[in-house]
């Protein structure tokens, strides 16, 4: 629905500002903490400015897919819970949150961070399965980059359960493998608000927003490599407008990727 | 006797052609146009849409042109309630002072007492279906129709009435211009062949009663299906007089198409 | 390394396109279309009134879309019902479809889009959104274009048009957009896979050029339903 505060944001980006003074490139404050949940093989909590999530990874045994046979799995599920907006109802995931979980998903799958051929335990019969779960405690807008940021922060410390002499897991205390990852992929979040493309949306900027494209990009070597897309929104982009927004995104990813990798020290 | 609103009718004269990206200097004044396709430079009317001057169709339908003011007559699509069409409708529901009714529209339209008796009535001692019961069919005029589209009907023209007994086609209301046809010929000409009584309403719904009721809605299918034809209006005649004249009797073999 | 990829098709080649509308007879508007082997049917009802209440919107119509794929639609049997990945493409498609309907003329009414996959052969999606948008014109919904949607990628590092089945699992990268061609903007887009900025410009310039000639289609679909070759008589039973 539109609301004053709507028709307020988009008379205030018209003018070349945005409403909390950030400039057009920047992103809010981010606050990440890795391995806050012992109960999970890896977690972190991120506040990317009032949005607040927590992912936690937990590693189950399964089978592995007939056509990778000697390769482990990966799931990510974001939960909206409803203590986290008075938008979010309690239920199965929304549209919202399922786009978001697969997005989150697609970066992580594409830019090939975790090495699922390290993950077999019997050929065809026993692989490990990465869940990634993230629960959303607020949103502020961008709950796709701040989950994002969130899921490899937990990946990157995660480890791996031990197993008992029934080749059953150990869940009760800290394995001694690292969860093998090879690259730290991040998802950024552009918006466009009339003719202005934005970096970070806040919750109100997302309702006044146009359009929104998420780029996923990855480090390989010296090359930035761009790992997945997901255009948003009821408007369209010009082709100059998502060229703009990839560019921006290669600078603001490698920005993200070294806090995260601050955090992690 | 003219039972209905007649629109103004514009003479037929197209044929299917390839729509080119730049409007031709000598285009015939009505086409088949697709949403998106250049009508020209002006100004849009009903169905077109401007953009930096020039204007587009907004539908699949036939465009014509009026001194710079394009518009386009969409070949399909629900009815949207406009101001003074007249139209069928069914008694839905019965409310303290009014009538809800049913006008094939994704909006309902409401009847109010005073629109539709001229007496004094007291409300506490008169039960409203004396006037119009559930399941009734009637002929009336939109009075108003506000922008949130609360459409408000009123009985005081004096075609508007109950429709008692025949039975209702419903038809693409787009489609309502052809079965009228210009300065009603097309609908006068199936009554008069027919001995018909016919109603169209603006909203896709057509009451027929007569004898050769099924002939009658024979052909007004037709014109539906045809309706972007060339020279409808005695192509139709000729297939009513054939029916008519067939066996001596005419057969009235057709299902009725949406008894509503 | 030859030039032609697994069924034939040179780099930046379509696969065979047929496009039917109105083949649905209780549907508003309906429309079949098909690319190489993916076939999808879309049907549009509306605009209506919208059940339940609280979906409706008080100034402008809701487009409510259902993307599902058959259970038979592909090698391995789908399960019926929705999944996570119908739902993300429903959100998607809708998008990808807002910018053209003039929403606002029906207020409180609710535009029903049903797409349903009977042949999946890669590219679903796009196939799903080229029949939605000559449905919704059938349906007589006012639009100000028609919407079009194709693939493009990477297939042993060579940027092909067009993704199909084979190609798509052993492909490297998967690009679908949906294109809004009188305002030259892309409406939907989405990417998996690894590229450089360099080369997505590449891709998705190739994918746009596909959409120019799936668009002369399906205007060609609609202008047909409305050629008559030959005057149909009503029989009458003796």
């Given at each position: 629905m539109i609301s004053i505060d709507t028709e307020l944001i988009k008379e205030i980006v018209g003018t070349g500002k945005r409403i909390d003074n950030r400039g057009f490139d920047e992103y809010r404050e981010i606050k990440i903490e890795p391995n806050i949940i012992s109960s999970a093989e890896g977690s972190a909590r991120v506040k990317l400015g009032n949005t607040e999530v927590v992912a936690g990874i937990k590693m189950e045994i399964s089978e592995p897919y007939p056509d990778t046979p000697k390769e482990g799995t990966m799931m990510v599920t974001t939960e909206f819970v409803?203590?986290?907006?008075?938008e979010f109802e309690p239920g199965p995931p929304d549209e919202n949150s399922v786009e978001a979980a697969r997005v989150v998903d697609r970066a992580i799958r594409e830019s090939k961070a975790i090495a699922f051929e390290k993950l077999c335990i019997k050929e065809g019969e026993k692989s490990w399965t990465v869940c990634i779960d993230i629960d959303v405690l607020n949103d502020d807008g961008n709950l796709i980059d701040a989950s994002g940021i969130a899921a490899i922060t937990a990946l990157l410390n995660t480890k791996m359960p031990d197993l008992d002499e029934n080749e059953k897991p150990i869940y009760s205390k800290k394995g001694s493998k690292s969860l093998p990852i090879k690259e730290i992929p991040v998802s950024t979040t552009f918006v466009k608000i009339g003719d202005k493309i934005m970096a970070d949306p806040s919750l109100s900027e997302k309702e006044a927003m146009d359009a929104r494209l998420t780029v996923g990009t990855v480090k390989k070597g010296d090359n930035i490599v761009l790992c997945s897309m997901q255009k948003g929104g009821s408007v369209g982009f010009t082709e100059e407008e998502i060229y703009q927004i990839i560019e921006q995104a290669e600078k603001k990813g490698e920005e993200l990727r070294a806090k995260i990798k601050k955090a992690l020290v | 006797m003219s039972d209905e609103f007649v629109m103004e009718e514009k003479e037929e004269e197209s044929k299917k052609e390839a729509v080119p990206e730049t409007v031709p200097e000598e285009a015939p004044k009505r086409r088949l146009v697709i949403p998106g396709d250049l009508l020209g430079s002006g100004i849009a009317g009903h169905g077109a849409y401007e953009e930096n001057g020039k204007v587009y169709s907004k539908f699949i339908g036939l465009a014509e042109e009026k001194n710079s003011l394009f518009f386009v007559i969409p070949l399909s699509g629900i009815y949207n309630p406009k101001r003074g069409d007249g139209v069928i409708g069914k008694i839905e529901e019965i409310s303290f002072s009014k009538w809800i009714v049913d006008i094939n529209s994704p909006y309902q339209a409401v009847l109010p007492l005073n629109e539709a008796v001229d007496e004094f009535i007291d409300l506490t001692k008169t039960d409203l279906t004396r006037y119009f019961d559930y399941g009734d069919i009637i002929f009336a005029e939109i009075s108003t129709v506000t922008k949130t589209k609360n459409v408000q009907l009123s009985m005081?023209?004096?075609?508007?009435r109950k429709l008692r007994g025949g039975r209702l086609i419903k038809v693409t209301p787009a489609k309502v211009p052809r079965i009228i046809g210009k300065a009603g010929s097309m609908v006068e000409m199936i009554k008069e062949l027919t001995g018909t009584q016919i109603v169209v309403g603006q909203n896709g719904i057509v009451w027929v009663k007569g004898e050769n009721e099924g002939i009658a809605t024979e052909a007004i299918l037709l014109i539906e299906q045809r309706s972007h034809v060339h020279g409808l209006t005695d192509q139709i005649k000729e297939i009513l007089e054939k029916k008519l004249s067939h066996t001596g009797k005419p057969k009235d073999n057709i299902e009725n198409k949406e008894v509503i | 390394m030859t030039d032609k990829r697994i069924d034939g098709r040179k780099p930046d080649e379509l696969r065979k396109i047929e496009a039917r509308v109105g083949?649905?007879?209780?549907?508003?508007g309906s429309a079949f279309f098909r690319l190489g082997n993916t076939m999808a049917i879309a049907g549009v009802y509306g605009p209506r009134k919208v059940f339940p209440r609280h979906d409706e919107e008080a100034e402008r119509a809701v487009l409510r879309t259902k993307y599902n794929m058959a259970p038979f639609s592909t090698e391995t049997r789908s399960r019926p019902g929705t999944n996570r990945r119908s739902t993300e493409i429903s959100l998607v498609i809708r998008e990808a479809l807002t910018p053209v309907i003039f929403l606002n003329e029906f207020p409180k009414t609710a535009i029903d889009l049903h797409i349903e996959v009977l042949q999946a052969d890669a590219s679903t999606r796009c196939v799903a959104i080229n029949a939605a948008s000559l449905a919704l014109a059938d349906a007589g919904v006012p639009m100000r274009d028609l919407i079009v949607s194709c693939s493009a990628g990477k297939i042993g590092g060579k940027l092909v048009l067009d993704i199909a089945g084979k190609e798509d699992t052993e492909g490297e990268l998967d690009l679908p957009i949906a294109y809004y061609p009188k305002k030259k903007e892309i409406t939907l887009l989405q990417m998996d896979g690894l590229t450089n900025k360099k080369e997505v410009k590449e891709i998705i310039s190739l994918a746009i050029k596909g959409c120019e000639q799936i668009y002369k289609k399906q205007q060609e679909a609609l202008r047909d339903k409305y050629k008559l070759e030959e005057v149909p008589e009503i029989k009458t039973k003796e």
């Open positions: 409803p203590l986290a907006s008075p | 005081k023209n004096r075609k508007c | 083949v649905l007879e209780k549907a508003d």
